[in-house]
C-alpha cells in the first residue's frame, strides 16, 4: 500500500509541474509527510525536482532567464541551503512534520496572490526571501512561491519567472544534496526508490507538459489556482492534525 502511495503522489505531483511550471515539491512534501519522516523524504523530492528543473531549463523558448536577479538569489539561497541542511538533525519527527505542513499552507496561500504588492520588490526583502527559501528547501523541500512572489513585485517577466526558478531551485538541490552527502543524511534505500518512483515522476511530468500546450491562458490560470487551493486547505488539515496528534 506503501508503495502504492508514494507511486500516486510522485506521478499526480510530477503532473502538476508539468501543467504549470511549479508546485512538485509542494505535492509530494504533502502527499509524502504522513509516510515517512518529512526531512528523509527531502532527497527523494529534491532529485525528482532537479531531474524535472533540467528539462525546464533545457526548454529555454518557454523559459528565459533573469540572470540580474538570479545571481543575488543563489548566493542568499545558498547560505540558507548550508543552514537549513545544519538545522535537520535537530528537527524531531513530529516537529518537522507540523513545519513542513504548516511551511506548505504559507507558500500555496502565497502562490495564490496573482499580484504582489510593490513594496515586497525591494532588494534586501529579495535577499532574506532567498535566504529563508534556501533554508526551507534544504530541510523541508519547499518554499519556492516566496520567491515567485518577489520576482513578480519586482516586475520580472512572468516568461522569465519559470527559467529564472529553475535555475535557482537546480543550484540549490545540488548544494543541498551534496551537503546532506557529506554529513550522512542520505537514506541508503534513495537510490532504489528512485530507481523504482523516477520514471513515474516523469511519465505526470510528461502527461502534465502536453496538456499544458492545449490549455488556454484563463483555463491554465484556473488549474492552477484550484491545485493550490486543494494544496492550502489539505496542508492545513494535515497541519491541525499533526498539532492533535504530536
Avoid at 529564472?164 to 526508490?193: C, K, P
Wanted: charged share 10%.
Amino acid at each position: 500500500m506503501e508503495a502504492l502511495i508514494i507511486g500516486a503522489v510522485t506521478v499526480a505531483a510530477g503532473a502538476f509541474r508539468g501543467v504549470t511550471g511549479f508546485g512538485y515539491a509542494l505535492v509530494a512534501a504533502l502527499g509524502l509527510a504522513g509516510i515517512s519522516s518529512p526531512t528523509g523524504m527531502v532527497p527523494f523530492i529534491l532529485i525528482n525536482d532537479l531531474m524535472l528543473t533540467a528539462f525546464t531549463v533545457v526548454d529555454r523558448g518557454r523559459s528565459p532567464i533573469d540572470w540580474r536577479v538570479t545571481r543575488v538569489l543563489m548566493v542568499s539561497g545558498l547560505i540558507g541551503a548550508l543552514c537549513g541542511t545544519l538545522l535537520v538533525p535537530y528537527l524531531a519527527g513530529e516537529v518537522a512534520r507540523i513545519l513542513v505542513s504548516a511551511t506548505i499552507v504559507v507558500a500555496a496561500c502565497v502562490a495564490l496572490i496573482a499580484n504582489p504588492p510593490a513594496w515586497l520588490a525591494h532588494k534586501a526583502l529579495g535577499i532574506g526571501i532567498g535566504f529563508i527559501t534556501g533554508v526551507l528547501l534544504s530541510a523541508f523541500a519547499v518554499g519556492g512561491p516566496l520567491i515567485a512572489a518577489w520576482l513578480l513585485a519586482g516586475g520580472v517577466r512572468r516568461d522569465c519567472i519559470r527559467g529564472t526558478l529553475a535555475v535557482f531551485f537546480g543550484v540549490v538541490d545540488i548544494f543541498t544534496l551534496a551537503a546532506r552527502a557529506s554529513m550522512g543524511e542520505i537514506d541508503a534505500n534513495l537510490l532504489h526508490m528512485l530507481a523504482i518512483y523516477a520514471p513515474l515522476t516523469l511519465a505526470g511530468f510528461a502527461a502534465g507538459y502536453a496538456l499544458s500546450h492545449r490549455l488556454q491562458q484563463h483555463v491554465w490560470d484556473r488549474v492552477a489556482g484550484i491545485g493550490l487551493v486543494f494544496i492550502a486547505i489539505a496542508g492545513l488539515l494535515q497541519t491541525i492534525h499533526a498539532i492533535v496528534t504530536a
